[in-house]
T-cell receptor
C-alpha cells in the first residue's frame, strides 16, 4: 500500500520566518491533501493538490506527482500557524496520512 | 465552527463494551468520513459514506461498523472495546462523494477505554 513520510518531524521558528514542510509518498496517487491541526485539536483541510501549485494567502503547496513529493510553504509565520501539519495521499480508494510535522511559532 | 457536530465530546468505558459515536454533517453535505487519531497509529482514515451508501473503506477494524441514515447523520459503532481503541475519533463532511473533496471536521469524540 501507499507509504507517506513527512519531514521534518518538528520545526521551531520565530514569528515572521518562512518554512517548508515536505511530504514523500511511495506510489502513484490520485490526490494529495494537506491538513492543519491546531493546538486545540481542530482539524482543517488546507489544500487538495494532486499536482501543480496552489496558493491561499501566506500558504502555498506544490505537488510533483512524477517525483512523488509535495511541499507546503508557509511565509511570514504567525503564532496561529502553530500546530501539526499532515499530508494524506489518496490511492485505491484509501487515504493514507503521514505522521505529521509539528510546527511551533514563537513570538 | 465548521458546522459539523459530534456527540458525545468525551466517553469513558470499559474493555469489552460497545459504544456509539454520532456525527451530524454540515447542512447540504452528503458525505461523512470517520477518522481515528491515536498516539500509536497517528491519524487514520476509517470509512466514508456518501448519501447513505459506503463509498470508501480504510483501516476500519471488523469490530467497528458505521452507517449513514436518511437524514444524513452517521453513527460509528465500536464493539468489544480494547485498551488500544482509546483515541480521538473525528467525523468530517463534504458536499461531494470523492476522498479528495474539501472536508469540514467536527471537534472529535475522545474515547477512553479502561
Amino acid at each position: 500500500g501507499i507509504q507517506v513520510e513527512q519531514s521534518p518531524p518538528d520545526l521551531i521558528l520565530q514569528e515572521g520566518a518562512n518554512s517548508t514542510l515536505r511530504c514523500n509518498f511511495s506510489d502513484s496517487v490520485n490526490n494529495l491533501q494537506w491538513f492543519h491541526q491546531n493546538p486545540w485539536g481542530q482539524l482543517i483541510n488546507l489544500f487538495y493538490i494532486p499536482s501543480g501549485t496552489k496558493q491561499n494567502g501566506r500558504l502555498s503547496a506544490t505537488t510533483v506527482a512524477t517525483e512523488r513529493y509535495s511541499l507546503l510553504y508557509i511565509s511570514s509565520s504567525q503564532t496561529t500557524d502553530s500546530g501539526v501539519y499532515f499530508c494524506a495521499a489518496e490511492g485505491a480508494q484509501k487515504l493514507v496520512f503521514g505522521q505529521g510535522t509539528r510546527l511551533t511559532i514563537n513570538p | 465552527d465548521s458546522g459539523v457536530t459530534q456527540t458525545p465530546k468525551h466517553l469513558i468505558t470499559a474493555t469489552g463494551q460497545r459504544v456509539t459515536l454520532r456525527c451530524s454533517p454540515r447542512s447540504g453535505d452528503l458525505s461523512v468520513y470517520w477518522y481515528q487519531q491515536s498516539l500509536d497509529q497517528g491519524l487514520q482514515f476509517l470509512i466514508q459514506y456518501y448519501n447513505g451508501e459506503e463509498r470508501a473503506k480504510g483501516n476500519i477494524l471488523e469490530r467497528f461498523s458505521a452507517q449513514q441514515f436518511p437524514d444524513l447523520h452517521s453513527e460509528l459503532n465500536l464493539s468489544s472495546l480494547e485498551l488500544g481503541d482509546s483515541a480521538l475519533y473525528f467525523c468530517a463532511s463534504s458536499v461531494g462523494g470523492g476522498l479528495g473533496n474539501e472536508q469540514y471536521f467536527g471537534p472529535g469524540t475522545r474515547l477512553t477505554v479502561t
